[in-house]
């Protein structure tokens, strides 16, 4: 089934991270059939160690992502890097 797969260790390859910085990735499974709700998103955004302004747009773009990847029968959605500017947003 779908897994979100977060790391502060943006910009590279996420292979490369996962063999040097192994605890620098978190995987999320998400149940396809549940779906991920808004909890499941906040959770998520959280590791990202943002302020709360920040976990919200993170989390609403999880939710957004998914309901993409669902809709379109993907196989894979990613962001890399996703950024923050130094306005915060």
Not at 21 to 30: E, H, M, T, V
Request: glycine fraction near 6%; aromatic fraction near 4%.
């Amino acid at each position: 089934g779908p897994v979100v797969i977060i790391s502060t260790e943006g910009g590279v390859n996420i292979e490369d991270t996962a063999a040097t910085r192994p605890d620098a990735i978190s995987y999320f499974p998400i149940d396809i059939d549940r779906g991920i709700c808004p909890d499941d998103a906040k959770k998520i955004a959280e590791k990202l160690s943002l302020d709360e302004k920040g976990e919200a747009t993170v989390a609403q773009m999880i939710t957004n992502m998914y309901e993409l990847f669902i809709k379109k029968d993907a196989l894979l959605l990613e962001i890399n890097p996703l950024v923050e500017d130094i306005c915060g947003d």
